[in-house]
Structure formats: C-alpha cells, structure tokens
C-alpha cells in the first residue's frame, strides 16, 4: 500500500501481486518493537521473524522493520481495457448470466480460445497480475505488466508516474467519489448508483493497448499506482484461495480455477443484482506463497487467487452480507485434483467476521480448520521469542491483546 506505514502493512500480512512474489511480512529482516516492559528490543531470527512479522501487534509497538528488497528495476505498462468475455473467458460449461451470454454471442470460439491462452500466457509471464471488474460495465481493466532490468542512469531518467499533478487529480476523485457515495443513495437506485459508479471508474483507468504507448517508470512507482481505495473509505472482503495443480501434472496452475473464481463473483453479483451489493469493484490479483506462519498464502506451492469484492460505505448492510455469503459459498467449494477441498482464507485486515464458511461460523473455520497446525506453531513461537526477549506471553497478550486474538489463538 502507499499511505500506511511498513509497521502497519506487515503486521495484518498484506501483500503485492505477481506469482513470483510474497508478502510483506516474508521480507522483514530485522523487527524493532517496545515490548510490554516498555523496552526496545529486535528481532533477527529467522524462524521467529516467521511469527514476529505477522504477529496484529501482539507482540509490542512496531517501531522499524529493516525489509530485504530487490534492486530497482523498470516497470514496462500496458494496462488496458478488454472485453469481458475476453479478458478472463469463462471455464467451460460455465452457468452464465443473460446479460454475460448475449455478449459472449458476439465472439468465435476461436476467439474465446486466442483470449484464454492471452490469459494464460500473461498469467505465467508477467511480474504484476491484477485485473478489475466494475459494475454494469462490459469492459474489465487489465493492469498486468512484466519489469526489465535497466542502467541507473536509465533509472534516473525515469519520470514519476502518475505525476505529482496526476496524483492530485486521483486524489480528488477521491474525495468525490466519498462525497458522492453519501448523496447518490437519495438520488438513485441501488442499480444506478452501481452502474454510474462503475462506468465513472471505467473511464477514468489509463488504456494503452499499443506497445509504443506503455508507461516506462520506476517499479515501486508501478505499485498501486491507482490511488482509489487509499483515498476513499470503503468496504471490502478478500479472499486468499490457492491454486491447485492439473490433474496427473503436479507441477503445472490449473488456471479454469483462477477463471471460475472471477466468474463466480461476477454471476454472484448479477445474482443479487436489483441490492447491487457490490458498488465499487470486483478485483483480482495473483500472488506466490509465504513463509510467515498466518499468512492466508502459505502452504500455496502454485500460487494464490487474491479476489476481492469493494463497495460503498452507504451499501445497506445486509445486501452487502448475504452478497458476501454467497460468494464465499462459490469459492469454498473448491476442490483439487485429489478431490481435497481447497484450504481457502481470508486477508485478515478485511472483512471476514460474521460469515460461515462449509457450515462453520468464520471464527471457528479459522481456528480449527484453516489454521488448525498455524495457530499452535505461532503461540509456541510467540513464547519462544517472549522466553528470548525476558517477557511473557501473559504479558503480551494482557498489554497488547483484544478479544477476538484472545478467542483466536488462546482460548480452548
């Protein structure tokens, strides 16, 4: 994210995009913290950088991390705006909305098969992955993008981007789309708010199909370069599903699983589509794995479908819920090759409470399935780094707790 600290981004486990990468909390190095005694303290061990880097601040004030970082390298754009059976074309034998078949109709299979092997093809060869999906809209924003490695005096010629003019402008649309969010429910429908809002956002995301055009900047400049939800508050729930391999080859993504989830919250959506419960954006990125003991990407040897559905603050609560019931119904029914259902989790920082997953309410989904060996290796590692740095546990959770890490992670 741009507009939190490296404290605060590392310790919810947030991540980028891109196969090849990880959290961030998998690259912090050294963790400085005021521990319950109210003395500074460091941590460097690798195994319990593992817990301290992901710990929701259980174990004191984060005061630094020292990250380990790749060198500079450029970010070469071509985001893009594409049909929506095009970008991401459905698996086969797809139940697809109406309003989604009629424009299928307009394409060959022959297209649809040249758009899933471009799918593919950008899915295994490009560094970034992200694509959007605004409401009402017929297009899907595709922002993926490989980096190169250049000169420093190449890299020094390189020019903000967005500019500090265009970063103005994405902060008053900001500011807007906030004001307009508390007046478009006295004017408008549901649906309308949804379709203006979407076809607004459409507009305003850069197109830039021809290879001459692309953006050449600098690869941290790359990153979240759309500051929409940074400058607007919203709501938001994502979910971390891991990639399963094809069947009989282990090795090699099963990508109609990456396609079926983005089709699943879209025909979730038209599914509830007079509530418009999803008023902002339905966004998917693909990440690599992680070695931090509670990170919902761990264990994801091919890879992680992040998928996450934005709204408006002023969605009436219970649309917005049973949208969120619904979806995560679809996704959690995932299965690999094996049969074995999908260990599907949800980012921590975004909302998860409230909703059940294969019949379990979402908290004990999280303690006894999801994390069921996680949470255990991470209240040992806790004690052990407590027993190195001469506190306690009991201190720790009695200065820095709350109750759901209570229920979470202590409680029988």
């Known amino acids: 994210m741009v507009e939190i600290t490296f404290g605060g981004s590392n310790a919810p486990i947030c991540h980028g995009s891109g196969l090849g990468s990880t959290t961030l909390s998998d690259l912090v190095e050294e963790f400085y913290y005021i521990d319950p005694n109210g003395e500074r303290k460091c941590i460097k061990d690798r195994d319990q950088l593992r817990a301290a880097s992901g710990c929701f601040g259980l174990l004191g004030i984060c005061t630094a991390v020292t990250l380990r970082l790749e060198a500079m390298t450029m970010a070469v754009m071509n985001p893009v705006r594409q049909p929506l059976p095009l970008a991401i074309p459905p698996p086969p034998e797809f139940d697809l909305p109406l309003d989604i078949r009629r424009q299928m109709e307009e394409y060959t299979p022959q297209e649809l098969k040249n758009a899933e092997e471009e799918f593919i093809r950008r899915c295994e060869t490009h560094d970034y992955l992200e694509w959007f999906w605004f409401p009402f809209t017929t297009e899907v924003w595709v922002n993926t993008w490989r980096k190169e490695t250049v000169t420093q ?20 649309e900001g500011w807007l789309a906030q004001k307009a969010g508390l007046l478009l429910p006295m004017l408008l429908k549901p649906k309308l708010q949804a379709s203006l809002i979407g076809h607004l956002a459409l507009m305003q995301m850069p197109d830039k199909p021809k290879t001459k055009d692309a953006v050449k900047t600098l690869f941290s400049e790359a990153l979240h370069f759309r500051r929409g939800v940074q400058n607007m508050r919203c709501r938001n729930s994502e979910w971390e599903i891991p990639i399963p391999a ?12 990456i396609q079926r989830a983005w089709w699943d919250g879209i025909k979730a959506f038209y599914e509830h589509i007079e509530k418009a419960p999803v008023r902002v954006a339905l966004e998917m990125r693909l990440t ?3 070695d931090v003991i509670l990170a919902p990407q761990r264990h994801n040897k091919l890879g992680t479908i992040s998928i996450e559905a934005v709204t408006t603050m002023e969605t009436n609560s219970n649309d917005w819920e049973s949208f969120l019931q619904d979806v995560v119904n679809r996704w959690a029914q995932y299965k690999d090759s094996d049969g074995n259902l999908l260990n599907i989790r949800p980012h921590w920082a975004k909302q998860w409470q409230g909703l059940t997953i294969r019949g379990e309410p979402a908290e004990t989904y999280m303690k006894e399935t999801a994390y069921k060996e996680a949470i255990p290796e991470f209240v040992k590692t806790l004690g052990a780094i407590a027993a190195t740095q001469g506190t306690t546990v009991s201190a720790m959770r009695d200065m820095f707790g709350n109750n759901l890490l209570e229920r979470l992670f202590f409680e029988a």
């Open 153 to 172: 005096s190449q890299l020094d010629a390189l020019e903000p981007y967005p500019s500090p003019s265009e970063a103005l402008i994405q902060w008053g």
């Open 246 to 257: 094809e069947q009989g080859h282990p090795k090699r993504r099963d990508h109609k699983v």
């Open 288 to 290: 690599g794995d992680s």
